[in-house]
């Protein structure tokens, strides 16, 4: 049951500025690997990479550098020709389910489009699997017969979801794909994700910047800043372990809903450099509290500090990393 | 005497629909609130409770088809309602100031940030440029940006998110505002960004003594960045008081769903009465409007529900929710 369904190594991305000859660095060197039946969370603010990732692990922008290995197969340079039949296994729920879905088509025909792109499914045979995933969404069949334009937001999103699943895939990256929506709306998401995540068995790749839902539905979490996994934890180390200064500063600005619980300010100075021109060494330096003179020099090596949980930090060593309060 | 007082306000939007039949969505449905310097009140509710129309109305930034068809605003004991546009305009951008959701489609993309500043200044205060241009660095000084002298001439689109949403707080303080609106003031922004503009909002209301109003859908800037919190569903205010009281004892069933619904809160796996279409604001139902809805709704609820004082300052409009034992005199449900 634990094999591995996605690992990557040193994956990079840059894209190129004008005719400038620099570079966006969005991705610097990724490790990341996700387990059958396994939900990875990724959080981290904008431009740190989030979604990058997201796309390049599909193949839906080619890596400029490292490896992927989706399945036991290396698909890092596959031709598109040959990728394109492998979608059937990795799926996508993005954003904004309002620009994810053809305003044209038919609910039914939408959720209808996977299985006949990938299938050689009969029309009935299509219409039957479509009540059927409909259902399971919790969406009214009322619906398959309306464009998107008669649903709400909550109801697109779980017809983006359906789509998803609708081929049995072995990934689902999901892209923020609860943020454009109402709290309550939200929370109904979570719970269908929840539980076909338990039913399919797929692995999914959560993509957030809300803390409190990655901590819901993940079972582990990779904190990203500039395009660079600084610690990857277990959930529940998250909120009582966290060691890297950036998860901490991270941590400490999420805003509960609970008055009671006290907030710990460690507000961070400035904000997130340009990916145009990294910081050397490493790339929280120019922020991070307890930041040393080696720090501008040295890229800090992920190390294990016990199963699962791993930090890439040079204050790690002389057990500096956590940022004291009376710091601020 | 209260800095803001806002009573029944109605605001409908009313127009001829393609086949040229009067319709009328009732957006707005009996707003009331109250707010005194020093005060930070939070707003929540989820999209098209009224949130941000309920500012707009306020600041008489309404425009056709919107319509305020009832109720009163008074600033400082005056009303606003009746003021003429040029009346308002002495008002709006002086004495009530507004911070809007998104920064960079706000600023004025032809003209450096500095100038913008000091027309601003101009326009309310006039005086000396050289006095203006002064307040000006000033603000951008209390605001945080660093090297206010050189991002003086720097143009809206150097400028970062955070950058530019500091420029827009400048803005509305420049000519000392007695109330401040923000409307979404950090979405979008990122949680390290939005922490240190938070903080500096209630820096800034406890400098200035100032009432501000903070309109968001994030009950965690609420928590902890307001002192009083007013829920709205469907163009009303459900519950309102203080903002300890209202999350740690939610007396209305809608405001118990949105906290159920916080993922500090969500208990996957159990089943929740999550969810549900908000009501049909061109035919809204009779009573109470969180109805269909709601787990507790028994005929009853087709009547209005009252507006029931549970402790001081403390109001829930709900059928269901029982009076504090000392003002019972109020209503006996």
New interface residues.
């Given amino acids: 049951m634990s094999e591995l369904v996605l690992s990557t190594k040193n994956l990079s991305k840059r894209f190129p500025v004008g005719r400038s000859g620099s570079f966006v660095n969005a991705v610097n060197g990724v490790d990341l690997s996700i387990k059958r039946g396994e939900v990875l969370g990724m959080v981290g603010?904008?431009g740190s990479g989030k979604s990058t990732i997201g796309r390049t692990i599909l193949r839906l922008t080619d890596p400029s550098d490292g490896e992927i290995t989706f399945d036991g197969q290396d698909i890092t340079t596959l031709p598109t020709k040959l990728i394109r039949p492998m979608r059937k296994d990795m799926q996508m729920v993005f954003q904004d389910p309002w620009s994810a879905l053809n305003p044209r088509m038919k609910i039914g025909d939408l959720i209808a489009e996977p299985l006949r792109i990938h299938f050689n499914m009969s029309r009935s045979e299509c219409n039957d699997r479509t009540e059927v995933l409909a259902e399971r969404v919790r969406l009214s069949a009322d619906f398959l017969n309306r464009t998107p334009s008669a649903l709400?937001g909550?109801q697109l999103q779980r017809v983006c979801i359906a789509r998803a699943i609708a081929t049995n895939p072995k990934l689902i990256v999901l892209d923020e794909p609860t943020s454009s929506l109402?709290?309550?709306?939200?929370?109904?998401i979570?719970?269908l994700l929840?539980e076909l995540r338990a039913e399919t068995q797929a692995a999914f790749l959560f993509i957030s910047?809300?803390?409190?839902?990655i901590?819901?539905?993940s079972d582990r979490i990779a904190v990203l800043y500039l395009g660079r996994v600084v610690e990857e934890v277990p959930k529940d180390k998250l909120f009582s372990d966290p060691s890297h200064p950036y998860t901490q500063?991270?941590l400490?600005?999420?805003?509960?809903?609970?008055?009671?619980e006290t907030?710990q300010r460690l507000?961070?100075q400035g904000?997130?450099p340009s990916p145009i021109n990294l910081p050397t060494g490493c790339s929280f330096h120019t922020r991070c509290p307890v930041a040393i003179n080696s720090c501008q020099s040295n890229v800090p090596e992920a190390d294990e500090i016990s199963p699962g949980h791993l930090v890439s930090c040079l204050r790690l060593k002389d057990g500096q990393n956590i940022i004291r309060r009376d710091l601020k | 005497m209260n800095l803001l007082s806002v009573q029944d306000l109605q605001t409908h939007f009313i127009f001829r629909d393609i086949d040229h039949q009067l319709r009328e969505a009732k957006a707005l449905n009996k707003v009331n609130l109250t707010l005194n310097s020093g005060q930070v009140l939070g707003i929540v509710g989820e999209t098209g409770a009224g949130k941000s129309l309920t500012a707009q109305s306020i600041c008489g930034l309404l425009r056709p088809p919107a319509k305020i068809v009832g109720g009163s605003v008074t600033f400082q004991g005056r009303e606003l309602l009746t003021l003429s546009e040029d009346e308002i305009n002495t008002i709006r951008g002086a004495e009530i100031a507004m911070v809007v959701q998104n920064p960079r489609s706000s600023l004025d993309p032809l003209t450096q940030i500095g100038a913008q500043l000091v027309r601003l200044h101009q326009t309310h205060t006039g005086g000396p440029l050289a006095g203006s241009r002064k307040k000006a660095l000033d603000m951008m000084q209390a605001v945080g940006i660093p090297d206010p002298e050189g991002r003086f001439t720097a143009w809206p689109h150097e400028l970062s998110g955070g950058m530019a949403q500091r420029v827009l707080i400048a803005m509305a303080l420049i000519n000392e505002p007695k109330l401040l609106i923000a409307d979404e003031p950090t979405t979008g922004l990122d949680v390290t960004v939005q922490a240190q503009i938070l903080d500096l909002l209630n820096e800034l209301v406890a400098r200035f003594d100032m009432g501000c109003m903070i309109i968001t859908h994030d009950l965690g800037i609420v928590a902890h960045y307001c002192d009083q919190v007013a829920v709205m569903f469907a163009g009303e205010i459900v519950e309102q008081g203080p903002t300890r009281e209202v999350f740690l004892t939610p007396a209305h069933p809608y405001t118990q769903q949105l906290l159920a619904a916080t993922p500090e809160r969500l208990q996957l796996g159990v089943k929740s009465q999550l969810g549900g279409q908000p009501p049909d604001l061109f035919n809204l139902p009779t009573g109470c409007l969180s109805q269909d809805r709601c787990t507790l709704a028994t005929e009853k609820c087709g009547a209005p529900p009252p507006l029931i004082e549970i402790s001081k300052g403390h109001l829930a409009r709900c059928h269901f929710v029982k009076p504090a034992e000392k003002g019972r005199s109020k209503s006996n449900e």
């Fill in positions: 603010e904008s709400s909550g109402d709290l309550s709306v939200r929370a109904g979570l719970e929840q910047h809300d803390l409190g839902t901590k819901l539905i500063s991270l400490s600005a999420h805003l509960p809903s609970d008055p009671n907030l507000t961070l904000e997130i």
